[in-house]
């Protein structure tokens, strides 16, 4: 910690670093740090603040790719028999679902059918 700087302002810049190495990590294809940048966007957490819409859309994208990587759904209709499955972490795979319809129920218009587009690197 650099001393003559306010604690306040450390740790914006700790998450700001924190949020830049999730993203990264996400823009690589890491399906965690995919479901965890969608959730700091949606909190605006390390994220310039001021932008919720956009971050909104942004973590909106991000839930449904991290769904369509982990798990193979090509639409939200396939996600009950997911859980019917062994292998599946119930609780991630609700947590995403609680994140993709609150970021939806935030003004996200109803997106398209998820489908095997490859990555938006530029739209993380």
Same mark, same amino acid.
């Given at each position: &910690? !650099?001393?003559?700087?306010?604690?306040?302002? !450390?740790?914006?810049?700790?998450?700001?670093?924190?949020?830049?190495?999730?993203?990264?990590?996400?823009?690589? $294809?890491?399906?965690?740090? &995919?479901?965890?940048?969608?959730? &700091?966007?949606? /909190? +605006?957490?390390?994220?310039?603040? $001021?932008? &919720?819409? /956009?971050?909104?859309?942004?973590?909106?994208?991000?839930?449904? +790719?991290?769904?369509?990587?982990?798990?193979?759904? !090509?639409?939200?209709? +396939?996600?009950?028999?997911?859980? !019917?499955?062994? $292998?599946?972490?119930?609780?991630?795979?609700?947590?995403?679902?609680?994140?993709?319809?609150?970021?939806?129920?935030?003004?996200?218009?109803?997106?398209?059918?998820?489908?095997?587009?490859?990555?938006?690197?530029?739209?993380?």
């Amino acid at each position: &910690m !650099q001393a003559g700087r306010p604690l306040s302002e !450390q740790v914006r810049r700790c998450e700001r670093r924190w949020f830049l190495e999730t993203e990264e990590l996400a823009r690589k $294809g890491d399906v965690a740090s &995919m479901l965890l940048l969608a959730e &700091m966007l949606h /909190r +605006e957490y390390g994220c310039a603040v $001021g932008g &919720m819409e /956009r971050h909104v859309r942004r973590a909106h994208r991000l839930v449904r +790719e991290y769904l369509r990587r982990k798990y193979g759904l !090509q639409s939200l209709n +396939e996600a009950a028999t997911v859980g !019917q499955f062994g $292998g599946v972490d119930a609780d991630d795979l609700q947590h995403a679902l609680q994140l993709y319809e609150e970021t939806r129920a935030i003004g996200v218009p109803s997106p398209r059918p998820l489908t095997t587009e490859t990555w938006p690197s530029r739209q993380l």
